[in-house]
């Protein structure tokens, strides 16, 4: 079976080097916020091009950081897109804020600045862009938007670590950037992990307090935070797969070409090529079919894992129900839920099980 992801085929000399990371944190006595944790938030810091990290427990915690260390709450509004991982909605809701969705650009499944335009209300605070599925496009029309309206442009970097757009790197465009370093990320830690970047020292100091209880020095809390802090455990092994990081881009990059390239029936749609091919890490390769159940199917008897990201937006979750839309509707994402499918793409994949993959979606005859 070809999988989506495959952690038992990485290469040996990295599990080893995460085992020696353990240790060196087990040995050390030091097991929350200490050098580690330093370390690594530096290190990803630099690779984003930005002047600040901070480490903290998950991706959607990142995000409800930077809000916060934003001073958007009650009675703000955040425009994002249906389209994503419900942490993102979940994440705007915790903060305090209102959440409000547009509707996303069926060429590339991301959000469409023309629907986040008609989103616009004297409550706009932000933008939550989400890099969905590892792609950075348009960046310069969405500074653009958020400028113009005086608001906050926040990117959901998720799915989207060390994509690039003209030179930046995802996270380092807007006020802030949000990572997760779940272990199916392009960058992944054994468990939950994530990470805030910016330019902003401001934003990065009451990130810091807020990942800590709210404290500014040791029992000294000036605000209220939370409990959401980086393990050292987990920092360390980051660090050590963060070498990995660039070769294990440019084979997903390698596999998303030939799949682009080979894929050829009628049947199947593929997003827009990116604007530059670092553009898109490929966090997932992901077709669109309107029969799509049927498809999955024949992958699975071909001998291939398909996954579906995601096949309910977030104004279809029952605790969104309420949630305000764009005034024209949300028909573009609720088609791209119905008919997108995700392929593997992940660096342990072989040209042959690429060429499987590729030869099986072909022989696709949609019965």
């Known amino acids: 079976m070809i999988q989506m992801n495959d952690f038992r085929a990485e290469p040996a000399e990295l599990r080893a080097a995460m085992l020696d990371a353990a240790r060196r944190v087990l040995e050390s006595g030091w097991y929350v916020l200490g050098d580690e944790v330093a370390s690594f938030e530096k290190q990803w810091a630099q690779l984003c091009g930005v002047a600040h990290g ?3 427990g998950n991706g959607m915690d990142a995000i409800e950081i930077a809000l916060r260390a934003l001073e958007i709450g009650p ?14 909605v979940l994440a705007i809701i915790r903060s305090g804020a209102t959440p ?3 509707d996303v650009d069926p060429e590339t499944a991301l959000l469409s600045v023309e629907s986040a335009e008609r989103c616009i209300t004297p409550k706009t605070k932000a933008v939550l862009l989400v890099h969905l599925y590892g792609q950075v496009r348009g960046m310069d029309a969405w500074s653009a938007f ?3 309206h005086g608001i906050a442009l926040v990117e959901d970097c998720a799915q989207a670590h060390l994509a690039t757009w003209c030179g930046k790197v995802a996270g380092s ?14 960058l992944g830690a054994p468990g939950d992990a994530g990470a805030l970047v910016t330019n902003n020292e401001r934003i990065a100091e009451r990130a810091g307090r807020l990942r800590n209880y709210g404290q500014s020095v040791r029992y000294h809390h000036p605000e209220l935070g939370m409990n959401s802090r980086l393990d050292e ?9 963060l070498k990995w990081l660039p070769e294990f881009t440019e084979r997903r990059q390698q596999i998303a070409r030939a799949c682009m390239d080979g894929i050829n029936t009628p049947l199947i749609r593929k997003l827009a090529i ?22 999955q ?12 990201h995601y096949p309910v937006p977030m104004h279809r979750q029952e605790p969104c129900r309420n949630v305000v839309c764009d005034p024209r509707g949300l028909r573009n994402s609720e088609y791209h839920a119905a008919t997108c499918l995700s392929l593997p793409c992940h660096p342990q994949m072989s040209d042959d099980d690429v060429n499987a993959v590729i030869a099986a979606v072909n022989s696709f005859g949609g019965a």
């Open 75 to 88: 009675g703000d509004e955040v425009i994002t897109t249906p389209m994503t991982a419900f942490a993102t």
């Open 100 to 102: 409000v969705l547009a």
């Open 146 to 148: 958020c400028d113009g």
């Open 274 to 295: 990116p604007e530059e091919p670092s553009a898109h890490v490929y966090h997932l390769f992901v077709v669109a079919c309107d029969r799509r159940d049927a498809l």
């Open 297 to 308: 199917a024949h992958l699975q008897e071909h001998g291939i894992q398909s996954l579906i």
């Open 54 to 56: 901070v480490g903290v």
């Open 173 to 186: 465009i807007g006020a802030a950037g949000a990572y997760s370093f779940y272990p199916t990320k392009n």
């Open 233 to 241: 455990i987990h920092a360390a092994m980051l660090s050590t797969r």
